[in-house]
């Protein structure tokens, strides 16, 4: 089986520490999830976000989460390929949102295609609309070695650079990131 490259992987609530630095920093109050896997993006930003949409294609995580999350009226649990739901989603942003994009196969009970990852088609639908300043962060930066239908690196770099020519694009926690150039320091 197809082992990902190995790199110093964070916990998640070191993640989530970046993803807040992000959201206070540019004032985001959407967040948009690819990948709900157990919810711990949610869990964690529930309370500081005014609206969380969390993608999940595996029946069991989808239903899970959408129990989980039933009683939050910010919170939007889809079922679905994020492929497919994205663009729906992101047609109705008015304004920047961050986007954590994890929905690629990691292993275990995640969904997925070992084979394909979405995020090509992810970031072409969110780049292809109007800019409002959102910011990306695809997770597992280690995976993205151009093996196993998984884009490298400079590949995601030349794409989004197709798109959004003066973003910075950059790699730090196992995160690859790309918005406007701006002063950041997560």
């Known amino acids: 089986m197809w082992k990902p490259h190995i790199s110093v992987v ?3 609530f070191i993640k989530f ?3 807040k630095e992000y959201k206070n920093r540019l004032n ?5 999830e690819t990948g709900t896997y157990l919810g711990d993006t949610i869990d964690k930003g529930k309370h500081c976000f005014k609206e ?3 993608i999940e294609l595996n029946d069991y995580l989808f239903n899970k989460a959408r129990t989980k999350y039933s009683r939050f009226d910010n919170i939007h649990i889809i079922k679905g390929d994020s492929v497919k739901a994205l663009p729906e ?7 920047a949102a961050l986007f954590w994009l994890d929905a690629h196969y990691s292993g275990g009970i995640t969904g997925g295609n ?3 990852s979405p995020i090509v088609k992810e970031v072409e639908c969110i780049l292809k609309q109007h800019e409002h300043g959102h910011v990306l962060l695809i997770d597992d930066a280690n995976m993205f070695i151009g093996e196993k239908g998984y884009p490298n690196i400079e590949f995601l770099k030349e794409l989004i650079h197709k798109y959004r020519p003066g973003w910075l694009i950059y790699t730090k ?3 690859i990131r ?3 150039n701006m002063l950041i320091k997560a």
């Open 17 to 19: 520490r970046i993803i």
């Open 28 to 32: 985001l109050n959407i967040i948009i």
């Open 89 to 95: 989603i992101v047609a109705k942003l008015s304004k």
């Open 178 to 180: 790309a918005h406007k």
């Open 173 to 175: 926690n196992n995160i």
């Open 52 to 54: 969380i949409y969390s």
């Open 10 to 12: 964070p916990p998640h």
């Open 114 to 116: 070992v084979e394909l």
